[in-house]
């Protein structure tokens, strides 16, 4: 069983449009995190959920929304898409001191 | 505010050497300090994690890592490397217990370690 399952693996969409990527975990646990990987590979938080409460959001543009219906899901939509915005993003989840990262969602804006 | 510095984006080497990627760590509190790796298309894999009790911590595949708060340090080592070692490695950052961002990680720039036969 995945533990942290991200949905869909690869997106590819014009400029303009809005998506959404979805996020699941079965650990448990109460946090869960979205990160993006540019490319460059650098890795930075975009967001964090606590309980479904949000406690981090990084100075992300506001045409990101994450959602947490409950624990186990944190979803991120994205407005009006920029070629800037492609990128890998990770989903996570921890309890205490590790993360666990979902296999990632490489989103291609065109 | 906490931060990672991995030195060198780029270690070559040959089978069966020293594997040794240096990370360098900033932290306002007494930090949580984890190394992950990355294959190719894949997501983040936790290698090891420091969370204040033993300074050296030992890993999966062989890899450990020492923990040196005077030199701020959290190099990875392993003694022999292998053909699959090869990957992308990231040190990372985080509060300790009682923290208050919860849990968020902090990453170095990664460095991509390369094995040749």
């Known amino acids: 069983d995945t533990a942290v399952s991200q949905t869909p693996k690869y997106l590819v969409t014009q400029m303009g449009n809005d998506k959404s990527i979805k996020c699941e975990q079965n650990?448990?646990?109460?946090?869960m995190y979205w990160y993006k990987q540019d490319s460059k590979k650098f890795l930075k938080i975009m967001f964090s959920?606590?309980?479904?409460?949000?406690?981090i959001n990084e100075t992300v543009p506001n045409r990101f929304s994450p959602k947490s219906p409950d624990k186990a899901h944190l979803n991120l939509h994205i407005n009006s898409l920029e070629l800037g915005d492609s990128a890998v993003y990770f989903c996570?989840?921890?309890?205490?001191?590790?993360?666990?990262f979902g296999q990632g969602t490489r989103l291609t804006v065109v | 505010a906490q931060s990672v510095t991995q030195l060198g984006s780029h270690v070559s080497v040959s089978e069966g050497a020293l594997v040794l990627l240096r990370c360098n760590y900033s932290?306002?509190?007494?930090?949580?300090l984890f190394w992950y790796v990355q294959y190719p298309n894949q997501g983040l894999q936790l290698l090891l994690k420091?969370?204040?009790?033993?300074?050296l911590v030992k890993g999966i595949n062989g890899f450990e890592a020492e923990f040196k708060k005077s030199e701020t340090s959290f190099h990875l080592t392993k003694p022999s490397a292998h053909m699959s070692d090869a990957a992308e490695y990231f040190c990372?950052?985080?509060?300790?217990?009682?923290?208050?961002?919860?849990?968020?990680?902090?990453f170095g720039q990664g460095t991509i370690l390369t094995v040749h036969p």
């Open positions: 990372a950052v985080s509060d300790g217990a009682g923290g208050t961002s919860y849990g968020k990680l902090t």
């Open positions: 996570a989840s921890s309890q205490a001191s590790q993360a666990f």
């Open positions: 650990l448990g646990h109460d946090t």
């Open positions: 420091y969370t204040s009790a033993a300074t």
């Open positions: 959920y606590n309980n479904k409460e949000l406690i």
């Open positions: 932290s306002s509190v007494p930090p949580y």
